[in-house]
Every structure is written in structure tokens, then in C-alpha cells.
């Protein structure tokens, strides 16, 4: 099977650094599926679950929105923050996911508020998702 390589960088650092026979991402403007030889693109992501997939075993990369710049031999998904599933910390995520929905009902008068909010709010769903718990 061909593969292809990707990597999830973010200010941090590269969180991953691998070969794949698929990426699945999340792009705002829908799902893209991303083979070896794909077209190039560069796409905005939302607050999603990065798939990486080698025959039957998939991992999945929680991202918190960002970028995917796709070439025919390379896949590159830049984003402020990205977790691998194992290294998600759960109850970090619930008490994140807690503490948007307080300030979600808190912040029901000021927009930049409720934006954060639910930014934060998708991000720990997110995370919960990804770490599977
Ligand atoms: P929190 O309120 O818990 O900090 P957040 O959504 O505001 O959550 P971010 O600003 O997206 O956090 O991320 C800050 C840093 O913390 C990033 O490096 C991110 O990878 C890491 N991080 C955030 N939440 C988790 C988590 N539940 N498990 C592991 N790493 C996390």
C-alpha cells in the first residue's frame, strides 16, 4: 500500500510525524478524505478529529481548528493545539467543558464572551471525543 506523510505542528512543536495510507480531516468546507498523490489544496479546519489510518488501525488527533496544506507527498495540518488520543487528559477536558457551559450561561450579553465560550466548549467536546472516555 502507498502512504503518504503527515504532520500535525503546532506552536509547541510537531506532535506527529508519520506515514499513513489515509488522513481524514475535517475541513470547514466539509470531510476530505486524503490519499497519496492527492491534488494540492490548502483548506481551513474546524475544531475536529484528525484521522490517520494504516490498514484496519486508525488514530485520531484531536485539533483545535487550523489548517491542512495538502501535497501529492506530503500532508501538513497546522494548528494552535492538537492532541493525540492517548495524551488527551479527560478530566482536564470535562472540567473544561464544565467551566464553558457556566460561563455559556453567564455570558448570554456579551458576544466576544459567548464566542470564547463556545469555542472552548467545542474544543473540550472535542477532546472527550477524541480520548474516547
Ligand atoms: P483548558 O481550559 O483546559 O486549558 P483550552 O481549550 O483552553 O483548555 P487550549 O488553549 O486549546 O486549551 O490548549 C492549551 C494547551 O493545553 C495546548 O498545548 C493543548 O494541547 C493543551 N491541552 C488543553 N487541553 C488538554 C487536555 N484535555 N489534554 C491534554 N492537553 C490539553
Do not use: Y
Amino acid at each position: 500500500m502507498k502512504t503518504i506523510q503527515v504532520s500535525v505542528v503546532t506552536p509547541d512543536g510537531a506532535v506527529v510525524e508519520t506515514d499513513v495510507e489515509m488522513v481524514s480531516v475535517k475541513a470547514v468546507s466539509g470531510e476530505l478524505g486524503i490519499l497519496p498523490g492527492h491534488i494540492p489544496l490548502v483548506a481551513p479546519l474546524t475544531i475536529s478529529a484528525v484521522r490517520l489510518k494504516n490498514g484496519n488501525n486508525t488514530d485520531k488527533v484531536a485539533v483545535s481548528g487550523g489548517f491542512v496544506e495538502v501535497r501529492p507527498e506530503k500532508v501538513t495540518i497546522l494548528a494552535q493545539a492538537a492532541e493525540l488520543a492517548t495524551s488527551i487528559d479527560i478530566d482536564r477536558a470535562r472540567a473544561a467543558k464544565e467551566r464553558a457551559e457556566r460561563r455559556l450561561q453567564q455570558a448570554k450579553t456579551d458576544d466576544v464572551d459567548f464566542k470564547r465560550a463556545e469555542l472552548a466548549l467545542k474544543r473540550a467536546i472535542n477532546r472527550l471525543d477524541v480520548g474516547g472516555r
